[in-house]
């Protein structure tokens, strides 16, 4: 893949998500009522899997904690989770999950995420982390008021979720706050208080890296575990923003480039 072929590249829908798939050669590209399979060597569409739901938030995740097989995980404004794999260029549901509701009633915000067979997700307030194998049933529960408790802020919805194991990492955008969770011990462990107003982040499990992209302001890199700027991975500082518009990003498969598609359909790589 020659990445500047990409810069530019403009896509159909207002972008919701846009993910790099490991070792399928494609891209997938999430509206809130649709996702697309592009091909990464011809740019062009190979797949749309139209949706019955409004999508909040889609990860690329193994299907079992054993496996090597990846597929998607779609979190619904209905609740449940519906999980595709990858066959023939085509997307097929395999299962679905109805998640624990926290008497939560507004669906318009909800983000997810998978690590081995653990889901976190939230519907914008409290966030559950349950395990999926049907032998081990344990669900942990981060109320929103434990969360922020002692931070004074009116806003403080949770927009996105990182889940790596025994640590939660939870960030509101509006508030410009990012909270990591300790999962062994169940309690607040970590603050940091941005001094930016991201759109969006991704996180970097291979480089332990959280980028924030900040459509004012740039690209900016954490350490996950530190939660301190560093220099880019990439192998620069912080960068200049390159789309003025909320934008969501993605790693390439090689986690050595990270790709940005504003919601306008407009999409192009940070080298």
């Known amino acids: 893949m020659s990445l500047p072929e990409w810069k530019s590249q403009i896509f159909p829908g207002k972008i919701r998500a846009i993910l790099s798939w490991p070792s399928s050669g494609l891209l997938v590209v999430a509206s809130r009522e649709q996702v697309m399979l592009w091909n990464l060597q011809t740019k062009t569409q190979v797949y749309v899997l139209?949706?019955?739901f409004n999508l909040l938030d889609?990860?690329?995740?193994?299907?079992?904690?054993?496996?090597?097989?990846?597929?998607?995980?779609?979190?619904?404004?209905?609740?449940?989770?519906?999980?595709?794999?990858?066959q023939?260029?085509?997307?097929?549901?395999v299962g679905k999950i109805r998640l624990l509701r926290t008497n939560e009633d507004d669906v318009a915000?909800?983000?997810?995420?998978?690590?081995?067979?653990?889901?976190?997700?939230?519907f914008g307030k409290n966030v559950v982390v349950r395990n999926s194998d049907a032998k081990d049933k344990r669900v942990i529960t981060a109320k929103h008021g434990y969360?922020?408790?002692?931070?004074?802020?009116?806003?403080?919805?949770?927009?996105?979720?990182?889940?790596?194991?025994?640590?939660?990492m939870i960030l509101s955008y509006e508030a410009g706050l990012l909270v990591t969770f300790d999962l062994k011990?169940?309690?607040?462990?970590?603050?940091?208080?941005?001094?930016?107003?991201?759109?969006?982040?991704?996180?970097?499990?291979?480089?332990?890296?959280?980028?924030?992209?900040?459509?004012?302001?740039g690209t900016y890199f954490y350490n996950a575990t530190e939660l301190k700027p560093v220099n880019s991975i990439l192998g620069g500082t912080t960068t200049t923003a390159t789309l003025a518009l909320p934008a969501y990003?993605?790693?390439?498969?090689?986690?050595?480039?990270?790709g940005i598609a504003s919601n306008n359909g407009k999409f192009c790589f940070l080298q």
Not at 190 to 212: E, G, M, W, Y
């Open 249 to 258: 990003l993605t790693f390439t498969e090689d986690e050595q480039a990270v």
């Open 109 to 122: 915000y909800g983000s997810l995420s998978v690590e081995g067979n653990f889901i976190a997700s939230t």
């Open 88 to 93: 023939n260029d085509t997307i097929t549901c």
């Open 58 to 86: 889609i990860k690329i995740a193994q299907l079992q904690a054993q496996s090597s097989a990846f597929g998607l995980y779609v979190l619904g404004s209905n609740g449940l989770v519906f999980i595709y794999a990858l």
């Open 50 to 52: 139209d949706l019955a």
């Open 185 to 217: 011990l169940e309690m607040r462990c970590q603050v940091l208080r941005l001094p930016f107003h991201p759109s969006s982040a991704t996180f970097s499990r291979k480089n332990d890296v959280i980028v924030f992209h900040d459509p004012f302001g």
């Open 147 to 168: 969360i922020f408790q002692g931070i004074h802020s009116r806003k403080k919805i949770t927009h996105l979720l990182f889940l790596s194991p025994n640590r939660l």
